[in-house]
C-alpha cells in the first residue's frame, strides 16, 4: 500500500470515530430544557406569619419539559410588587432583589438537577399580608450564564386557591385575613336592591338636573331629518353617525326644515355646558348656547333609545316625550389613565374617550410616562421613545427598560413595551376635542421618572462616546457624582431626576414646547400641564454634589427638602411664561415642617395664591390624612378630589381572593363611586377597607370643607392605575361598571341623602336611590355597553344564591342581567336554563351572570339536598 492511500485510510477511519462519537455523545447528553414547559404555581401557606405583620408563600417549579434543568448555569429572573426577607428563603436556591420588582433566582450549591417530572420548592416570607391572586409573582423567565443577553419566557405562573376561608387556618390573628366568596354571603348583600319595573326607570343617564316625563312618544325613523344652524353642523355630524348604528342609514342634516324633525337649536343665556331637550309627538328639541351643551343634549338623547338599537337595521324607535333642563354639577369631570405602567394602544384610547363622552366626563388626565416606560415621542430627545418606551431582559438598562409587571423579557409590544407617536398624540388629542374632552398631559417627575432617566443616560452615553460632551450633557436628568442611597415606594434606587441640574429645566423646557407643537397642531386647548410631584422618598439628593454646590450658593436653602420647592417654583415659571398652570398630586402642594420636633406636612403657604391645581388621592383611612383633600381646599389650592377610598378604579372590586386588583387604599365596587358625598365625605364612611366598622372617633379633629374650601373643589376623578392592567380587556373589567357610579357623581345634582341629616332616613334615602340606580344600570346601561363602539367587556358580578326549604333562591347585585343554571354540576352556558324564580332541582347547582349577548362571568355552587 502506497503511503498515499495508507493517509486516506486514516482519515477515513478518523473522521468515522469523529460521528461516532458524535453520535454517542448526542444520545448520552439530555435534551435541552424548554422553558416554556418549567410550570411555576404559587401558593399562600400563611398569613401572619409568626404573628407579625408579614406572610409565608411557596413556589414550585414543575419540569414538563423533556429536558432536564440543570443543577447549575441558569438564572430565573421574576417581577414582584413586595418584598422578601432574603435570610427567610427556604430551599436549594437563593433569591435577590435587584431594583423595582425585579427579583434574581440562582441555584445553591445543593440544587440538584431537575429531570422530567420533578419539582422543587421554594419558601420565603414577606411583610404585609397576601389576600388576593395579584399578590402573586408574575413574568418568569429564564436564563442560561452561557447567553446571559437571550430571556426566554416560562409558563404563566399559577396560583392555588384556598379551599376554605383563613379564620380556618393557622394564623388568623387580628390581621387581614383571605376571604372567599359565598352565594349566601353574596345573597345577602344583594338583597336589599329593589327590583324595579324598566319603564318606570328615568330615561337619561347620568341623572339631569330636572327631569319630566310627559307620557307621550316620539318615533324615530332614518327619514326624519336634523334641523341645524350652522354652528353645530359638527354635532349633527357625530349625531348622524351615531344614528346610522341604530337604522343602517345615516340621517340627512340641514338648516331648515318644516315637519317631524330633531332641531338643535341656539337659544343665549345657558351655561356653557347646559342643554335643554324636550321630545313631543312632533319633534326632538335641543337647545344650547355653547357646542358642549348641545353636544351633552345629544348624549342624553342616545341614552334615551334602549341599548338593544344598536344591533342596527331598526326601521324605527321610540322615544319617551320629556322636559329636560341639565347642567354638569361638577365642571372638571376626569378619568386618569396610566399607561406608562402598562400600555394601552391607541385604539383602545380612543375607545374609552367615546365611553367618556357618552356619560359626560370631560377631562382626561393622562399619565404618560412613569419608573417603568416613557409613551410619548419627542422629536427632539428621541431616545425618550427609543430606549424609555421598551422593557425587555437586561440588567444594566443600557439598552431598554428592565421587565416590570409580568411584561416578559421581550420588548415585543404591549404591555410592557409600545408609545404614541407624534401623530397618534395629534389624532388622540383632535379625537378628544371634537368630544368636549379636554386632555391633561402628565409628565411625571421629579420622582417616578426612571425611563426618562436612564433614556437620558443613553443619549449622555452615545454623544459622549461620539466626543459631544456638552450636547452630552444638555439634557441629563441626574448627577453622575451622586453617591445618595434611598428606595422609593416601589423599591426603585435610582428614579428621581436631580433638581439642581441646569440641564433638567432644558429637558422641560423641551418637553413642554414640543407638548405645546401638537396641541397647535391638533387644534386644541392646553391650559395646563400635570408635573407630579408624588412620592419622592427620603435620602434622594443628600450626598448629591450638585445639590450640596446649589446650597452653598444660596443662603435660603437649609436642608435638601428645600430642593423640592426650588424644583416646583422652576417648573411652575416654564409654564407661567408659557401661559399655563401648574398640576400636580398633592405632595406639590405641601410643605415639611417641624412640630415638636417631628416632621409634618402642611399646606405650602408660598404657592397658594399661584392657581395650582391638585390632584388630592390620600385619604386612607387610619392614616392621619382622612381630612387631606379639605385641608388643602380650605388652604386656597384648587383641589380634583381623587380619594383613593371611593375613586381609585384599579382597587379590587371586593375582598375575595379571586378579584383581581390590589386593595392597599380600599376596595371599590360600583357603589363606592357612587355613595361618594364629595363635599362630606365623613358622612357615611363607617367601615374601613375590610368592612369592619370604624371608630366613632376616626374623624375626630379633622378638618370639615368650609364655604371657602367648597369653591375651591374644581371637580372629582376617577383614576386607574395600570399595574395590573395587562390588556384592553382587564382595562374594561376595571373600568366597567364603576366609571358609571362616577360619572353620575360628577354631572348630578347633589342627592337628598347626601344632605338629609337624619342618619335614618338618609340611609333609607341612600338605599331607594342605589336601587334606581342599580336597575337603570342592569336594564339600560350594560345592554348599551355589549354594543357601543364594538362593545366592552365589564365586570359581571357572580350571582348570589342561598338554599332555604329545598329551594334555591338567587339574585344579583345589577338587576336585569341575566342568571342562568346547571342542576348536574356542569358549568352554565348561554343554552342553559334561565333563572326566573326558586330552583326546585335538587343535587349541585351552578349559576352564572350572563349579558345581553350572551358572555357569561364566574359560576357560583350550591348543593340543593
Do not use: C
Amino acid at each position: 500500500m502506497s503511503t498515499s492511500t495508507n493517509h486516506y485510510f486514516k482519515i477515513f477511519w478518523v473522521a468515522l470515530g469523529t460521528i461516532f462519537l458524535n453520535f454517542t455523545l448526542a444520545r448520552s447528553q439530555p435534551a435541552a430544557l424548554d422553558p416554556q414547559k418549567l410550570v411555576t404555581n404559587w401558593e399562600i401557606n400563611e398569613n401572619n406569619y409568626q404573628n407579625k405583620a408579614q406572610f409565608l408563600s411557596t413556589l414550585t417549579f414543575t419540569n414538563k419539559s423533556t429536558g432536564a434543568l440543570p443543577a447549575t448555569g441558569w438564572k430565573i429572573y421574576f417581577n414582584y410588587n413586595r418584598s422578601i426577607i432574603p435570610s427567610s428563603v427556604r430551599g436549594t436556591v437563593n433569591i435577590q432583589h435587584l431594583n423595582g420588582d425585579l427579583f434574581e433566582i440562582t441555584p445553591r450549591p445543593d440544587f440538584r438537577i431537575m429531570v422530567t417530572g420533578n419539582s422543587t420548592r421554594i419558601s420565603f416570607i414577606t411583610g404585609g399580608s397576601a389576600l388576593n391572586i395579584t399578590d402573586a409573582p408574575s413574568g418568569f423567565y429564564f436564563v442560561q450564564d452561557t447567553n446571559p443577553r437571550q430571556g426566554l419566557a416560562m409558563a404563566p405562573v399559577t396560583v392555588t386557591v384556598p379551599t376554605q376561608a383563613e379564620q380556618s387556618l393557622p394564623g388568623g390573628g387580628n390581621s387581614p385575613t383571605i376571604t372567599l366568596a359565598t352565594p349566601e354571603a353574596i345573597f345577602q348583600q344583594n338583597k336589599a336592591t329593589e327590583d324595579m319595573v324598566a319603564t318606570k326607570l328615568p330615561q337619561v343617564f347620568p341623572t339631569p338636573a330636572s327631569y319630566r316625563e310627559t307620557n307621550t312618544e316620539f318615533i324615530l325613523t332614518p327619514d326624519i331629518p336634523i334641523i341645524t344652524p350652522a354652528d353645530y353642523f359638527p354635532e349633527a355630524e357625530m349625531l348622524a353617525n351615531d344614528l346610522a348604528a341604530v337604522f343602517g342609514k345615516k340621517l340627512t342634516f340641514k338648516n331648515t326644515g318644516e315637519g317631524k324633525a330633531i332641531r338643535l337649536i341656539k337659544k343665549e343665556g345657558l351655561g356653557p355646558e347646559a342643554y335643554e331637550l324636550r321630545v313631543t309627538p312632533q319633534e326632538i328639541i335641543i337647545n344650547a348656547t355653547a357646542p358642549a351643551g348641545m353636544f351633552y343634549g345629544m348624549q342624553s338623547l342616545k341614552t334615551m333609545l334602549p341599548g338593544t338599537a344598536l344591533d342596527g337595521k331598526l326601521k324605527s324607535v321610540s322615544i319617551k316625550g320629556v322636559e329636560i333642563t341639565d347642567s354638569p354639577r361638577f365642571n372638571h369631570r376626569a378619568v386618569m389613565l396610566d399607561v406608562a405602567r402598562n400600555f394601552q394602544p391607541k385604539k383602545q384610547v380612543l375607545k374609552i374617550l367615546d365611553l367618556m363622552a357618552l356619560y359626560k366626563l370631560n377631562v382626561l388626565h393622562f399619565h404618560l410616562n412613569d419608573d417603568e416606560g416613557w409613551r410619548l415621542e419627542i422629536k427632539t430627545l428621541p431616545e425618550l421613545t427609543e430606549f424609555g418606551s421598551k422593557r425587555a431582559h437586561t440588567l444594566d438598562s443600557r439598552n431598554n427598560l428592565p421587565p416590570s409587571y409580568g411584561s416578559g423579557p421581550v420588548s415585543t409590544g404591549p404591555p410592557g413595551s409600545g408609545f404614541y407617536t407624534r401623530a397618534d398624540f395629534v389624532e388622540i388629542l383632535k379625537y378628544a376635542r371634537d368630544r368636549n374632552i379636554k386632555v391633561i398631559p402628565e409628565i411625571e417627575t421629579p420622582g417616578h421618572a426612571r425611563a426618562a432617566i436612564k433614556a437620558m443616560d443613553a443619549r449622555y452615553t452615545r454623544l459622549l462616546g461620539a466626543g459631544q460632551r456638552e450636547a452630552a450633557e444638555k439634557y441629563l436628568l441626574r448627577d453622575i457624582n451622586d453617591k445618595s442611597e434611598y428606595q422609593s415606594v416601589q423599591n426603585w434606587n435610582d428614579n428621581v431626576i436631580n433638581v439642581a441640574l441646569p440641564s433638567v429645566y432644558n429637558f422641560m423646557e423641551t418637553v413642554v414646547d414640543e407638548v405645546r407643537e401638537m396641541y397647535k397642531e391638533a387644534g386644541a386647548t392646553l391650559q395646563t400641564i400635570h408635573f407630579g410631584g408624588d412620592e419622592v422618598p427620603n435620602g434622594v439628593w443628600v450626598k448629591s454634589p450638585q445639590v450640596q454646590k446649589l446650597m452653598q450658593q444660596d443662603e435660603r436653602f437649609t436642608s435638601v427638602d428645600d430642593m423640592w420647592y426650588y424644583y416646583f417654583g422652576k417648573v411652575n415659571e416654564i409654564l407661567k411664561t408659557r401661559n399655563l398652570y401648574l398640576s400636580g398630586w398633592e405632595e406639590v402642594a405641601m410643605r415639611k415642617t417641624e412640630i415638636d420636633g417631628q416632621k409634618h406636612y402642611i399646606p405650602n403657604p408660598s404657592l397658594v395664591n399661584e392657581n395650582i391645581h391638585v390632584d388630592v388621592w390620600n385619604n386612607v383611612l387610619g392614616s392621619g390624612a382622612e381630612d387631606l383633600p379639605y385641608r388643602l381646599a380650605n388652604a386656597g389650592y384648587k383641589v380634583v378630589l381623587s380619594n383613593v377610598t371611593h375613586l381609585y378604579m384599579d382597587m379590587a372590586y371586593n375582598n375575595t381572593f379571586e378579584e383581581p386588583g390590589f386593595y392597599w387604599g380600599s376596595y371599590v365596587d360600583v357603589d363606592k363611586p357612587f355613595r361618594f358625598i364629595p363635599f362630606n365625605y365623613y358622612k357615611n364612611t363607617k367601615t374601613d377597607k375590610f368592612g369592619k366598622l370604624l371608630p366613632r372617633t376616626i374623624f375626630a379633629g379633622k378638618e370639615r370643607l368650609t364655604e371657602f374650601g367648597k369653591n375651591n373643589i374644581v371637580g372629582i376623578q376617577g383614576l386607574l392605575w395600570a399595574e395590573t392592567i395587562i390588556s384592553p380587556e382587564r382595562m374594561e373589567y376595571m373600568l366597567l361598571p364603576k366609571l358609571l357610579g362616577l360619572a353620575e357623581r360628577a354631572w348630578a345634582p347633589e342627592p337628598d341623602w347626601a344632605l338629609e341629616k337624619d342618619s335614618v332616613k338618609s340611609e333609607a334615602q341612600y338605599q331607594q336611590a342605589w336601587s334606581q340606580f342599580a336597575n337603570v344600570l342592569g336594564k339600560r346601561e350594560l345592554s348599551r355597553l355589549d354594543r357601543y363602539r364594538g362593545g366592552f367587556r365589564y365586570r359581571l358580578p357572580l350571582p348570589g344564591a342561598i338554599v332555604q326549604n329545598g329551594k334555591v333562591t338567587a339574585n344579583v347585585q345589577l338587576p336585569g342581567l341575566t342568571i342562568r343554571y346547571t342542576a348536574d354540576g356542569t358549568e352554565p352556558t348561554v343554552k342553559s336554563k334561565l333563572y326566573t324564580g326558586p330552583i326546585i332541582e335538587t343535587g349541585a347547582i351552578k349559576l352564572r351572570t350572563f349579558d345581553s349577548t350572551g358572555r357569561g362571568g364566574k359560576s357560583v355552587r350550591v348543593v340543593n339536598l
